[in-house]
């Protein structure tokens, strides 16, 4: 009988265990090779070959088709400079410069990863459109209500993501993740 | 007491193994993956433009509403695939996938130094055969071997305007993953 008791807790610590944790690494986003520089993170292990058992699950679930390390690396932002999440209630500007890249685009996507319904029908920003300052920096305006400048509008949600992708970036390539400068997200206006 | 803390430790080192076990198996079990989601496109062994990612018809998750994206599932199973494509003169990438979604080999223009791409894909088997008789016609083709039977190649084009779309839809349209060595 205690034979079976034990035998009954074991079980029961192995199953309490085993599948809530395999649940929360795989959808809640993988905690392995993660690369973050302030509200930015990215997982350039995920398009490799030898992408880790974590990111393939997290892909396999979500459908996504991760950017191969030969065409760049994608960032996603769902917090400010101050770790606040991102709402659509308030007005954001990005400020600084983004890593060496050919190309980037920034995106506005809802909390469940699907891209904002945006009256402006306008998607983002990419590199070569964007507005610059004269020493090369840009700010990008992200807010519900029209905005001068770079305008990047987002729907009247509680919480949004940002999303740069960096295409052809030496980044993929073995240059050092440990200086990223990333753009800050720094949070202008909130009622 | 003593024995029960054996028993104790033993359930959580049975749940690292049904954790790790779990994780493996996702792949394999995933209904909704991107190869799946890849069959309402059309057949298997060609290219198909993917529709314009837009909020709320976006064909796969978390694509680029900047590119234009074309994609094929094929099968090494009856032999080398051949890849061919042309792109406007902007930046474009290229991504082959195996049937889990892992990415196995990705390369954009400026790597590929030239503004088409041509490119076979073989089984080690394959290749080891293709060495004894290499045929001409691969001699400027990137040759990719690779251990896989089947997956999916992904063709990204940039589209910086609207007016760009037309082109790079019409160029991605005529890409091309069944032609002979």
Redesign the interface.
Known sequence: M?LLI??A???????????P???L??ERGNLFGAVTAGSWTAWPG????E?D??S??M??????????????L?FTADTDADGMPLSGRCTYRLTGQTPAA??W?L?A?DAG??????PARR??F?S??ILRDPDGGFVVTVAAGVQPGNWLPVGLVDRFRL?L?L??TPLTTGSSLAELVMPRIGRADCP | MKRTLAFVLGGLLLGGVIHIAIVFMVPFYASHDAWAQMRRFGNDGRFHVLPAPVAGAEPLASLDPWMVHVVCRFSLADGPVRVRATFPDEFWSVAVFDRRGRNVYSLNDRSAERSGLDMAILTPLQMAQLRQDPPQSLETAIVLELPIVSGFVLLRAFVPDDSATALATGLLAGADCAAEL
């Open positions: 205690r034990d035998i807790i074991a079980i029961a610590i192995a199953i309490l265990v085993g599948i944790t395999a649940w690494a795989v995920a398009g490799s070959p992408a058992p974590y393939l699950a892909l396999a679930r979500t459908g996504e088709v991760p950017l191969g390390a030969g065409e760049g994608s050919r190309l685009t995106t996507y990863g699907r891209l904002m319904v945006s998607p983002g990419h070569r459109e999303v992708r295409y052809d």
